[in-house]
C-alpha cells in the first residue's frame, strides 16, 4: 500500500463526509456565511465536527467551554452533542467573528444554549473562575482549544482549573503539516503547539495522546487528554 497523497486523503475525506456525516443545511450555511464574510477557512473538517459532537455525547457533557469561535460551525456541532438545558461558553476576540457566530448559532436554532464572551481567552478565562469556584456555575465537562496557538500553554492551564477529575480536553491543530516534530523551527505558532503538548506530557494534572489526521483540512492533528 502506497503512502497517501493529498489526492487520495482527500477523496477519502470526502467519502467518510458523505457516508457518516451527510449534509447539513444550518452546518454548511454557517461555511457559506463565513466565506462570504471573508473569515479564515479554518473551521474544522466536517468529521472532525461530528467527533466533537459525540466526545460531547460520549462524556455525557452538559457545561462546554470553546475557545476560539470563528463562526460558530464547531459551535454548533458542540451545542448539538449537550442536553436541553445545557451550555456552551464559547470565547471570541473579533467582534465581528461573534456577530456572525451568532446569527449562524440562531439560524442552527441552538442559539439558546451558547453564551458568547467577547475578548481574549486570556483575559476572558478568569472572569469564568469566581462563579464556579462559588457554586454558582458547575465546572466545564469538555473544553476545546482552538484559538491563537501561541496561548496554548495558557489555555490548558485553564482548561484544568475550570474542569474537574474527567473532564475531556481537545487541542486542534496539533501537528501542523508534520512541523510539530522539527526542534528547530521558529513558528511561533508550531512551538506554541509543541509547548503545550510538552505541558500535557509532563503536566500531573492530565493524561493525554495526540493522532495525526488527514482530512478536508490537509495533514494535521488533535490532542485529547483528560483531567485527573
Sequence with gaps: MSDP??????????????????????????????????????????????????MARISGARRVLEVGTLGAYSTIWLARGIPGDGRVVTIEAEPRNAELARANLDRAGVGEKVE??????????????????????APFDLVFIDADKESNTIYLDWAARLGRPGTVV????????????????????????????????????????????LDAKGYDGIAIALVV
Excluded: C
Design 5 to 54: 497523497t493529498p489526492d487520495v486523503w482527500r477523496r477519502v475525506d470526502a467519502y467518510l463526509t458523505d457516508t457518516l456525516v451527510g449534509h447539513d443545511d444550518a452546518l454548511e450555511r454557517a461555511v457559506a456565511e463565513q466565506r462570504a464574510a471573508g473569515l479564515p477557512a479554518i473551521e474544522v473538517a466536517p468529521v472532525n465536527g461530528k467527533l466533537l459532537h459525540l
Design 116 to 137: 458568547i464572551r467577547l475578548g481574549r481567552g486570556a483575559d476572558v478565562l478568569p472572569t469564568l473562575e469566581g462563579p464556579i469556584a462559588g457554586g454558582e456555575d
Design 170 to 213: 481537545i487541542v486542534d491543530n496539533t501537528v501542523r503539516a508534520g512541523e510539530v516534530a522539527n526542534p528547530a523551527t521558529e513558528s511561533a505558532q508550531v512551538i506554541g503547539v509543541q509547548r503545550g503538548l510538552e505541558m500535557l506530557g509532563r503536566d500531573p494534572r492530565f493524561e493525554a495522546t495526540a493522532i495525526q489526521t
